[in-house]
């Protein structure tokens, strides 16, 4: 049951060669900080072109599109556009066009948790919940194979649930056979804001969910520290070591600052506006 790790990570990552630019046309946002316009949910954005690509890809930073850089729809674009209508786009059938842009993001949330299963598998120290997540995978992976009409009628919270769980047993295996951060008062929740943790030793800590918007985290060891749905967004990495964290994305790294001494795992990258 368990896939190839190189054929899980091509299959896990966008590819947006194979994409009907879903993610330009369904998505909403509004004029920020981090978009330089007013788009609403199926209205293609202005800079997609007809051949499905954007138009100002190298420059979206300069040009005002930060949180377009730091989307991942973790290979939802690919799988609706030629798995679950076959190849055919929104343009060349309009009547499927509303249905489709539905459950792009069904999609994206079901490929997110299969991402995350699919490190949880890859984790040695989590090996006694590996048939679960096994099965968990399977069970996901079927899920992104339904027509879309059964995909719009999911309760993804439900399911969502269910994986988070093990998620969380798996990360509670994996940190606790780990060596330990000293002991010190990290703060929870909105107390994370902006947080003032330079060079603290944050090993095996978790951060599930955490607010760590703009937080100083410069030269902090955060080796094997749970990063599931952090938000670290302006967060300052510089020097930070994050080798062997759980559950880290490149989502979540491009939304923060760094340097060229940042230490990442070996799946993400250094993002350009790093450098």
């Known amino acids: 049951m368990h896939v190839q790790t190189k054929e899980m990570r091509q299959h896990l990552h966008a590819d947006c060669g194979s ?26 954005c202005r800079n997609l072109q007809e051949d499905y690509r954007c138009s100002i890809h190298q420059s979206l930073r300069e040009k005002g599109f930060k949180g377009c850089t730091v989307y991942e729809c973790f290979g939802a674009g690919q799988k609706v556009s030629q798995t679950t209508y076959g190849g055919v786009d929104w343009r060349s059938n309009p009547a499927s066009a ?9 999609m994206q949330q079901l490929h997110e ?23 968990a995978y399977a069970d996901t992976e079927k899920l992104t194979l339904l027509q879309p009409v059964e995909m719009l009628q999911l309760d993804v919270p439900a399911h969502r649930a269910v994986v ?9 295996e994996v940190r606790a056979q780990a060596p330990k951060g ?37 030269d902090a060891d955060l080796r ?17 070591d994050l080798r062997g964290c759980l559950f880290l ?13 940042t230490k990442l795992p070996p799946a993400l990258q250094l993002p350009r506006h790093w450098q």
């Open 19 to 44: 994409c009907f630019g879903l993610c330009c046309v369904a998505l909403p946002y509004a004029k920020t900080a981090d978009f330089a316009f007013d788009k609403d949910s199926g209205t293609p």
């Open 98 to 106: 509303r249905e489709m842009f539905d459950v792009f993001p069904i």
């Open 113 to 135: 948790m299969l991402y995350y299963l699919h490190e949880a598998m890859s984790i040695a120290a989590s090996q006694p919940l590996l048939a679960k997540l096994e099965q």
């Open 164 to 172: 988070g769980g093990l998620l969380g047993q798996a990360s509670e």
């Open 182 to 218: 000293k002991p010190r008062k990290v703060g929870r929740g909105l107390e994370l804001l902006g947080a003032k943790l330079r060079g603290a030793d944050l090993r095996a800590h978790s951060f599930r969910g955490a607010l760590l918007i703009a937080a100083d985290l410069r």
């Open 224 to 240: 094997v520290a749970d990063l599931i749905g952090a938000d670290l967004r302006d967060a300052d990495l510089s020097g930070a």
């Open 249 to 261: 994305t490149q989502v979540q790294i491009n939304a923060a600052k760094g340097s060229r001494q």
